[in-house]
């Protein structure tokens, strides 16, 4: 199967013409529609499984896919035997050997919403004549964004490894399977009077092992890999077993295809529900996602949709990439009275998760200024929905991210949410260029200056970032006052970036200082403010004028100077302008103080303005002396948590979060801010999430409540 260049990009805009059902479409007589609607989904089904290399996201094929079954199941008549719907789609290449499966690999039905659900469960009550009040219990699972295996072991020994394929037939891999060390390279079957038996799983990577492999291949110059998924299949097809080795793959097995006992008979009638074959796996030392955490036995499809609902909000901390989760039938009997057609099986169905990629147009280029200077350009895009949001802007870093991906305006790009919050341009789809496409061209000077004065960008050594080094024009300043009353910084509560734009707008903010002379009688009268909210604002702002000093270095946007440098400086000296007659020599006594931080500091203070501005900030208020809190704390030498890192999560009952802090920084510990493999003890309160979840994914941190952790403290 090969495609030219034009008839990629024909087949992609007669897609795009299939989803938005234009005109043209409608008047196209079924047959027409369902034929070209099968030479679409054929074509997307190549680029997707063998170029490893989708045009379309997931959730544009399924929407193409849907249409396609909705007028089969109009006109079955006219039902095609070679329709995509009557088979499995292939991932079959030619650089392994095919080999039959035992059984079939089939596809699933899929749902995207409770609806959908609870649809299936009638469905499935309906097929098997049972009361549509009475309960079936479902197995619901993760359904992992890999690729999809199968294993046969023999006489409890690995025999062979094999690719999906078409469903009947998959590319053999054992070579592959043998190196990826979740895959037990034999297992005692017959302890459960198994002989034969073939596995189904998926074969994925977990999302810092990606992150790490993309890290290193930047260094090395090469190319970056789209997403987890495309790195695990692209593994599982590579002729060296070493590389795929290290790359780290990992699989988890979901079901018995095939089983058989050493007389030839049927083993898994061994096994009533789905749940004690997975429980076998597990015992046989398997990867199978955890009972509670990851996986459910539901007693009803209310169970079913609450679970789905939950695990769809804490994807994210999930380190594994998944698309949704698989619901299915937990008796055995049931399934097999159930069924299945020539595409999936009638007792499962996947719900997919909203879709977190999709495509558009790349229309123009802009740029923003950040409180150092830096310039971010941001892609303006042909408005989109995704995850439930209409995105028609993305930040594209900077230059070298655009050289890097290649993007030119007018190209169509594949975009995502990732963390579902933060937009991002996965590739440029180059296939699909018609030479309209024009490079951008990264500005030499200023492009947010609207001055006469020309002032030309600068790129530090090792930076990647280019920044304006003279702002003239008071754009820098806005963000700098933006990013001073942030709780990062001066920490004002109720003064964000919506107040410093408006205040910004009336003349009244021109400089940080300004912010503590702000007029207050003239706030009451502006329309959304009274008499209670200006009196907030203002003693929000007195109470700031008191921080300790390490907050205002912090605040003065100083390149580079972090709070963990900004409490070093402050606990050197009792007044902040002693910084202003300090060496380099005697910044660089200071452990962990580097050259960058020493030079940065010094020409801040370098530059009259700024102390000029320091000085009226004190004239107003504003603490410039050292505070008890600035002064270093001793090293907690004693204590059950001395050399642990220990994080809160969820609602403590008995204290604070800050006050759980402080007594297990008291304790010795060290807060940290997210799961990771830093993590040693979590404390969980009640309502515990995402955190909880990955923690106990992670498989090595000790999790307490939070009366065992008082306990522990006495």
Known sequence: MKYSSAEQKSLVARSKAYLAKTDEVAKQTVVDQMSQLQELIVFHEWRYYIQNDPLLSDFEYDQLFKQLEALEAAHP???????PTQRVSSDVGNDFPSVDHLTPMLSLANSYNAEDLQEFDQQVKRMLNIDADQDIAYAVEPKFDGGSIALVYENDQLARGATRGNGQQGEEMTANARVIRSVPLSAEFSKHNIAKVELRGE????????????????????????NPR?????????????????RGLEAFLYTLGFAEDANGNNALENFDTHYESLYMLAKLGFKVPTDGTERKLCKNIAEVVDFCVNWEKGREAYPYEVDGMVVKVND?????????????????????????QATTTLLDVEYQVGKIGTITPVAKTEPVSLAGVTI?????????FINEKDLRIGDQVLIERAGDVIPYIVKAMDDLRDGSEQPIEWPKNCPINFTEEVIELIREEGEAAWRCPNCVCGAQDLQRIIFHVSKAAMDIDGMGRRYVELFYEYGWLRTMADVYRLPY?????????GSKSVENLRSSIEQAKLSPMWRVLVSLSVHHLGKRSAKLLAAEVDHMMELADWTEEDFLAIKDIGPTVAKNVMAWFGVQRNVQQLRLMEELGVNLSQTEDDKPKAAVT???????TILFT?????????????????????????????????????????????????GTVEILTEEEFLALIG
């Open 650 to 698: 969820g609602s403590l009952q008995q204290m604070s979060r800050k006050e759980a802090q402080e007594k297990a920084a008291a304790a010795g510990a060290k807060n940290i801010s997210a799961v990771s493999g830093n993590l040693n003890i979590l404390v969980v309160g009640e309502k515990a999430g995402s955190k909880l979840k990955k923690a106990q994914a992670l």
């Open 521 to 529: 009688d003239e706030i009451a009268q502006m329309e959304g403010f």
């Open 203 to 226: 074969v994925i990577i977990r999302k810092d092992r990606f992150e790490d492999i993309n890290r290193k291949r930047q260094e090395a110059g090469l190319s970056l890999f789209a």
């Open 332 to 356: 055995r009997r049931l399934q097999e009275r159930a069924g299945h057609t020539s595409h999936h099986p009638r007792w499962a169905i996947a719900y997919k998760f909203a879709a977190k």
């Open 638 to 644: 004693e204590g059950p948590f001395v050399g642990k």
């Open 230 to 246: 495309n790195t695990a299949t692209g593994g599982l097809r590579m002729k060296d077993p070493k590389e795929v080795a290290e």
């Open 392 to 400: 028609s802007s993305i930040s594209l870093h900077n230059e070298d």
């Open 77 to 83: 008549e006219l039902v095609r035997p070679d329709s």
